[in-house]
């Protein structure tokens, strides 16, 4: 019995997921749209579900969509954007009672699929266009949470190191997109753009909890229909190589330094070496017990956090930490010896053991709620790859230290971006 049992459909224009469960007392559909990351795009589409969300044809107040979700027992709807490897994804999502467990066997779960379809298909226009107050509205917020990358130097750390290592590429994108294309979106020009969503972006719509498959299928089959598309989705590729290291330090007024270091470990999502790749990241910095959390924030006292992530679509290992200003030099010593200690294999049994166990224990409690267990699943989308959960859960179990040690073969160090304060960089 496999732990996440996903059917899926191909429906007209999208694919249908339905994972029929009685793990959580709700259900949830969440609808996805996946299109190539772009400069000329990108800021737009974060503008679009934020817009859509707000109202629309039967609600056209944010008002009297957010009262009907509560007559649907509390019903939860959000947005979202992500990057995933070479593609810019916007999530629709949707939690609902189930009516199995109320004494009013409304059913709730055609109706907020109903609800979902009157928000992503039929929105408030006004002339050839969006609801101009929506979108206004809507700009201003979209200027805020771009410009909160900015002032949030943890995030806009990893934001310049991502931005210097992909110099020209769509990758180098901030996720909510440029704050000087905002003012030029008109309610026309977004319509436009929605339009063109409709009909090329690849659409998956996933249904989790414990429903009936051929009955979610019959109810989606009714409401949602697109025209057929093609894929248009960029293969994901690891970074190319681009000769020697780079160090890039920015000075601002800061008191804390931000050590942001990235490197290429040529593996993707899918791989066969990929489950290796996430041991090697647990143990390297991925948990409270890893060698750069003991190394360089414990023992040398030299960060205030160091850790490390896998952006597993692109092929990168990130390295974030906070520094003192002076200490630049020692701690990106530091960090490198680390990181020569794992490519050696030095690391104990324990260690790898250890890691392992918290890796199945993180992605199982991920799976514990509907959102996580639909992102789990979604990976096989945004990576092309199809592969079951049980494997990654097995392949991690069964990674060898061998294993780990040709992981590190193939890992590059490619970027050291530091964030120093104005007085260091003068002094330095």
């Known amino acids: 019995m496999s732990l996440l049992p996903e059917q899926t459909f191909s429906m007209q224009g999208y694919n249908l997921h339905v994972t029929k469960t009685e793990k959580y007392k709700t259900n949830a559909i969440v609808f996805k749209m996946k299109a190539p990351l772009s400069?000329?795009?990108?800021?737009?589409?974060?503008?679009?579900?934020?817009?859509?969300?707000?109202?629309?044809?039967?609600?056209?107040?944010?008002?009297?969509?957010?009262?009907?979700l509560d007559?649907?027992?509390?019903?939860?709807?959000?947005?979202?954007l992500a990057k995933k490897g070479n593609s810019h994804i916007i999530t629709f999502f949707m939690e609902i009672a189930n009516e199995k467990f109320l004494s009013d066997q409304a059913p709730l779960l055609r109706k907020g699929m109903e609800f979902l379809r009157e928000i992503i298909l039929n929105p408030l226009l006004e002339g050839g266009g969006f609801d101009s107050a929506t979108v206004e509205k809507e700009k201003r917020t979209l200027k805020q949470r771009i410009q909160s990358t900015f002032d949030d130097k943890m995030r806009y750390s990893s934001f310049r190191l991502?931005?210097?290592?992909?110099?020209?590429?769509?990758?180098?994108?901030?996720?909510?997109?440029?704050?000087?294309?905002?003012?030029?979106?008109?309610?026309?020009?977004?319509?436009?753009?929605?339009?063109?969503?409709?009909?090329?972006?690849?659409?998956?719509?996933y249904i989790v909890g414990d429903v009936e498959e051929e009955a979610v299928k019959g109810i989606a089959g009714e409401l949602f229909h697109f025209d057929k598309r093609e894929a248009k989705s960029p293969a994901n590729a690891p970074l190319a190589r681009k000769g020697e290291p780079k160090v890039i330090k920015e000075?601002?007024?800061?008191?804390?330094?931000?050590?942001?270091?990235?490197?290429?470990?040529?593996?993707?999502?899918?791989?066969?070496?990929?489950n290796a790749l996430q041991v090697f990241n647990g143990i390297f910095g991925g948990f409270s017990h890893s060698k750069l959390f003991i190394n360089v924030r414990e023992k040398a006292s030299l960060a205030y956090y160091?850790?490390?992530?896998?952006?597993?679509?692109?092929?990168?290992?990130?390295?974030?930490?906070?520094?003192?200003?002076?200490n630049f030099d020692q701690a990106v010593g530091i960090i490198k010896e680390q990181m020569e200690a794992m490519k050696k294999g030095d690391?104990?049994?324990?260690?790898?053991?250890?890691?392992?166990?918290?890796?199945?224990?993180?992605?199982?409690?991920?799976?514990?709620?509907?959102?996580?267990?639909?992102?789990?699943?979604?990976?096989?989308?945004?990576?092309?790859?199809?592969?079951?959960?049980?494997?990654?859960?097995?392949?991690?179990?069964e990674a060898t230290r061998d294993d780990i040690i040709a992981v590190g073969e193939k890992i590059e160090l490619d970027t050291i971006y530091f964030l120093t304060g104005k007085e260091a960089a003068n002094n330095g």
């Open 347 to 397: 690391f104990s049994d324990e260690e790898l053991e250890q890691t392992k166990a918290v890796i199945v224990n993180q992605l199982l409690e991920t799976i514990d709620t509907n959102r996580g267990l639909v992102e789990v699943l979604y990976h096989n989308v945004a990576a092309g790859k199809h592969v079951p959960f049980d494997n990654w859960i097995k392949g991690m179990q």
């Open 251 to 274: 000075a601002q007024d800061v008191k804390q330094g931000k050590l942001n270091i990235g490197y290429r470990t040529n593996i993707l999502y899918g791989d066969s070496d990929y």
């Open 162 to 205: 991502i931005e210097e290592m992909f110099k020209g590429e769509p990758y180098a994108l901030n996720v909510n997109g440029r704050i000087e294309d905002v003012d030029a979106i008109s309610p026309e020009s977004l319509y436009d753009y929605y339009r063109t969503v409709l009909a090329e972006d690849e659409m998956d719509i």
């Open 71 to 80: 007559d649907l027992y509390g019903a939860v709807l959000s947005v979202d």
């Open 306 to 326: 160091a850790a490390s992530r896998l952006e597993s679509h692109k092929g990168l290992m990130l390295v974030m930490s906070g520094i003192d200003l002076k």
């Open 39 to 68: 400069k000329e795009t990108a800021t737009m589409r974060a503008l679009l579900p934020h817009v859509l969300q707000s109202s629309s044809t039967a609600y056209p107040t944010t008002t009297l969509l957010r009262s009907y």
